[in-house]
């Protein structure tokens, strides 16, 4: 049931018009109950009476700021201006004569979502078998002495106004918050009420063990991108009771974001079984196998929508004590579109992750419009979220353990991964075959960074974030041929580096022992850094040590054409990242 409060007020006027039968007509062609409390008993007992048609007529016809300067008048003035000037106004004259100043000033506001029993027997006809929408007309203000004035969003009452509240409604201003008499009808009521509406206390949720490591360690050429779909397949082997928790969602990009083994694996939800006539088709290489225990929900193009559902979905576990693991998979330029409601659903306790694929200026071949720029900043900046974005396979898989692994529970946060289609080999990420030296290198990436390359001889550093890991490598390598070393940092969250940074400070509690461990104080090199978004992501990275620095990313709209050339466009090549460290080094 929706209940639509319409009071016909903006923040800063009266609407002019509200389109109530275009809002009926929609509801009602989607298959809704639409019931329409629009006046009280007061109006529409005077809509009985002689001359009442005529009064109906006239407030059904006029505008709605007409209607509303009606409630700044006195008795008086209403009765001059309520008749109008139409044929009927004799009519409407004479019963308002009828009318005492109290009774007329009453009717007048007497609107049915301030009526209880117009809003009583609306909410006694819903019907069950179908959705129903309560269009309630109200006051902005309602019994205040600010009531439906056009200017009255920011108005405070004064003291005086509160006084004369506080006495019309039986109450003082001492106990403001006093209850009903419980020997009274009114006490009587409230306790029934609230009797049936409470509810048993929300059982603790589980702990839902998901592991840090799945053990395995990637091979050949592969993308983060990709990385996504086959770490949700082998935790769903690895630990069956996480992995029956989770639940994707995608606004019609599926198979554009390398989704497509997981829902072959899962299903797709419906609330009922749905025949999958492709099945057969050896073609099909995404089956779109529809059922009520399907994990993954397909949305139309509309990523509030999807971010809406995420906060529902991520708060399942304070409101049913059953933990959900959502994860919401778009195309990253369109994080942006969806900020507002992602923000408001985390606030509110939901927790998720939010997966924003392909990202940047790497998507070269497809133009400035799905190039995100700006998206590594909110990530960096949204509380409650912890924000990765990884540059191989290995530390895509770490990263969404990690966050699954803080959802669903107090305390709990949620995360945003920011993944790449860029193919890369994974033997450049080096991953330690020693079980001692993974998990430390696992740790080292889980608090936002690790040396790829170390050098006592280094004389620069590099750090490199997700898809510009392989020109800071072939960088370096440029470097080592012209009489240079440099130390290569692999950037995999810049927000848990920050705040490990103002820990250090003593403005935040996070853990700082991560700076020590990539850019020790001992070796303060100049530093150079990039990334595939707007290089003041990382330029905080130069304070650790207060080093010389200079700052690489993408400040200009995409362009569409090769990986190479748009690079190059952007000076976040391999060249240019060499060309800055020995800027530096001059």
């Known amino acids: ?235 769903n082997r690895a630990a069956p009771e996480a992995g029956s928790r989770i639940v994707t969602l995608s606004p019609d990009v599926s198979s554009s974001t390398n989704l497509g083994g997981w829902i072959n694996k899962v299903g797709v939800w419906a609330s009922g079984e749905r025949d999958d006539w492709f099945a057969d088709d050896g073609e099909t290489l995404l089956h779109w196998r529809e059922h009520p225990h399907g994990q993954h929900m397909e949305l139309g193009i509309a990523e509030v929508n999807l971010v809406s559902a995420l906060g529902e979905f991520g708060a399942t576990w304070s409101r049913w004590g059953q933990p959900l693991l959502p994860i919401g998979v778009m195309y990253d330029p369109f994080v942006e579109r969806a900020l507002e409601p992602w923000t408001f659903g985390m606030y509110a306790g939901g927790q998720s992750l939010m997966v924003g694929t392909p990202s940047g200026v790497t998507l070269s071949g497809e133009g400035g419009a799905h190039q995100s720029i700006t998206t590594p900043s909110i990530g960096l900046e949204k509380p409650g979220c912890i924000t990765y974005e990884p540059a191989f396979v290995i530390d895509t898989e770490w990263a969404v353990l990690a966050i699954l692994g803080q959802m669903g529970r107090p305390g709990g946060q949620s995360g945003y991964l920011r993944l790449s289609t860029r193919p890369i080999d994974q033997k450049l990420a080096a991953v330690p075959a020693d079980p001692v030296a993974r998990e430390r290198r696992r740790r080292h990436s889980m608090a936002g960074a690790y040396l790829l390359r170390r050098s006592d001889a280094a004389n620069v550093t590099i750090a490199a974030m ?89 400040t200009r709209f995409g362009q569409a054409g090769d990986l190479a050339s748009v690079y190059r466009y952007h000076g976040i090549d391999a060249e240019a990242v060499a060309s800055a460290a020995l800027d530096l080094l001059e």
């Not at 920050?498 to 509690?509: P, S």
């Not at 530093?527 to 304070?543: C, E, R």
């Open 1 to 235: 049931v929706w209940i639509i409060d319409l009071n016909r007020q903006s923040l800063d006027r009266v609407v002019p018009t509200v389109g109530v039968p275009r809002m009926q007509g929609m509801f009602e062609a989607a298959g809704w109950q639409v019931i329409t409390v629009k006046y009280g008993r007061l109006l529409e007992g005077l809509f009985e009476r002689s001359g009442g048609e005529s009064l109906c007529r006239r407030i059904d016809d006029m505008t709605n700021p007409e209607y509303q300067r009606l409630l700044r008048c006195s008795a008086q003035e209403l009765r001059d201006r309520l008749p109008g000037t139409g044929p009927e106004a004799q009519q409407i004259g004479t019963l308002l004569a009828t009318l005492t100043d109290d009774e007329l000033l009453a009717a007048i506001r007497n609107l049915g979502g301030h009526d209880h029993v117009a809003l009583d027997a609306a909410l006694s006809s819903i019907d069950d078998t179908r959705p129903t929408v309560i269009l309630a007309y109200t006051v902005k203000g309602f019994g205040l002495a600010t009531e439906g004035h056009p200017q009255n969003h920011s108005s405070l009452l004064t003291v005086e106004q509160m006084q004369e509240l506080a006495e019309r409604s039986g109450m003082t201003l001492d106990a403001p918050w006093q209850h009903f008499d419980p020997a009274g009808e009114p006490g009587r009521l409230c306790a029934a009420v609230a009797s049936q509406l409470q509810r048993d206390p929300v059982p603790v949720a589980p702990d839902v063990h998901v592991p840090e490591d799945l053990g395995r360690t990637p091979q050949g050429m592969a993308n983060t991108q990709a990385a996504l779909g086959r770490a949700l397949l082998d935790l």
């Open 466 to 554: 997700g898809a510009m890991v392989p020109e800071a490598l072939a960088a370096a390598d440029r470097l080592d041929e012209l009489g240079h070393t440099a130390d290569v940092l692999v950037v995999t969250s810049p927000g848990l580096l920050f705040r490990a940074l103002q820990a250090r400070r003593g403005l935040d509690e996070a853990p700082d022992w991560i700076l020590e461990s990539v850019l020790p104080t001992h070796k303060p090199t100049p530093l150079v850094t990039v990334l595939d978004g707007h290089p003041h992501t990382l330029a905080f990275l130069a304070t650790v040590n207060g080093v010389k620095a200079a700052h690489l990313g993408v």
